[in-house]
């Protein structure tokens, strides 16, 4: 089956079965795998991209239901110019990440976070990320980053 969405703002038709899942389409058919495998159970928040500006995990979605949507991967975080997101500045900064496995979900989880919530509480962060599991970090680097870059945007 057919299905036409916009992925990191460019339209795209997608050939998949239907029991395709989005994580899948993403990586298999068009190659974008910073979204990453991490469980097949919609638990570690790997997979984590925007769906029509939600984050949700996408090895937990079939590829038709995003029929029409617009997806954002960690490849869309980006500027169009390549520079990084300042929230991954902010990670980077903060070592907010060890193997890397699991920050692209968490990049983009946090993204829609502030994407509703401009100005979060370290508890709300914490609540907010808790659907991604990072095996290295321990999270405190991960919430001072989110942290810093709220900082930071108050004081632009």
Same mark, same amino acid.
């Given at each position: ?17 239907p ?5 899948n &389409?993403?990586r ?10 991490? !469980?097949?159970?919609? %638990? *570690? =928040?790997? #997979? /984590?991209v ?29 500027? &169009?110019?390549?520079?990084m997101?300042?929230m ?5 900064? !903060?070592?907010?990440? %060890? *193997? =890397?496995? #699991? /920050? ?20 709300e ?14 999270y ?17």
């Amino acid at each position: 089956m057919q299905v036409q969405m916009k992925v990191n703002g460019k339209s795209v038709s997608v050939d998949a079965a239907p029991n395709t899942l989005l994580v899948n &389409a993403l990586r298999e058919h068009l190659k974008l795998t910073g979204t990453h495998v991490g !469980c097949d159970t919609a %638990q *570690c =928040g790997a #997979c /984590t991209v925007h769906v029509n500006g939600r984050a949700v995990k996408s090895c937990n979605m079939l590829t038709a239901q995003a029929q029409g949507a617009e997806v954002t991967t960690i490849e869309g975080l980006a500027h &169009a110019d390549g520079t990084m997101h300042p929230m991954q500045a902010a990670f980077k900064e !903060c070592h907010g990440l %060890q *193997c =890397g496995f #699991c /920050t692209p979900g968490i990049l983009v989880a946090a993204k829609a976070l502030l994407d509703q919530n401009a100005n979060p509480t370290e508890t709300e962060v914490r609540y907010w990320l808790a659907g991604n599991l990072c095996r290295c970090t321990g999270y405190d680097k991960i919430v001072r980053a989110v942290m810093d870059f709220v900082k930071e945007r108050r004081h632009a």
